[in-house]
């Protein structure tokens, strides 16, 4: 999958998501947008997901109106050891969304043992 890493999430956090074509939002030059630009602009290029911490996306943006999936961490700060744990959960989930034929999920990733809304 073709996975975009928002500005708030640490860059080097994709080298754990191998497998995939992973792109820190500096990479591309969109370290100034934010939320429906960016959004809109990872759907122009052809990203198929979006993976944030910003918990306060999925309340400002209706990703079932774009075709791409938002991946949300809840973390309990945003290192990337802290990222890291939550790599199994996100690999599952990415596997799964591989395998569907629908866009425009909004799921968030909780640490284990912790409860994560959808």
Not at 87 to 97: G, Y
Request: aromatic fraction near 4%; include cysteine; glycine fraction near 10%.
């Amino acid at each position: 999958m073709k996975i975009l890493l928002d500005n708030c999430v640490h860059g080097r956090f994709g080298i754990f998501l191998a497998g995939h074509e992973v792109v820190h939002c500096s990479q591309v030059g969109w370290g100034a947008l934010q939320n429906g630009k960016l959004l809109r602009a990872a759907h122009a290029e052809g990203y198929d997901v979006l993976i944030t911490v910003d918990q306060g996306i999925r309340s400002q943006q209706d990703a079932r109106n774009l075709p791409l999936h938002l991946l949300t961490l809840e973390t309990p700060d945003i290192r990337l050891p802290s990222l890291a744990e939550l790599v199994p959960s996100i690999l599952e989930v990415l596997a799964q969304l591989e395998t569907e034929n629908e866009t425009g999920r909004s799921i968030v990733i909780a640490p284990p043992g912790r409860d994560s809304g959808e």
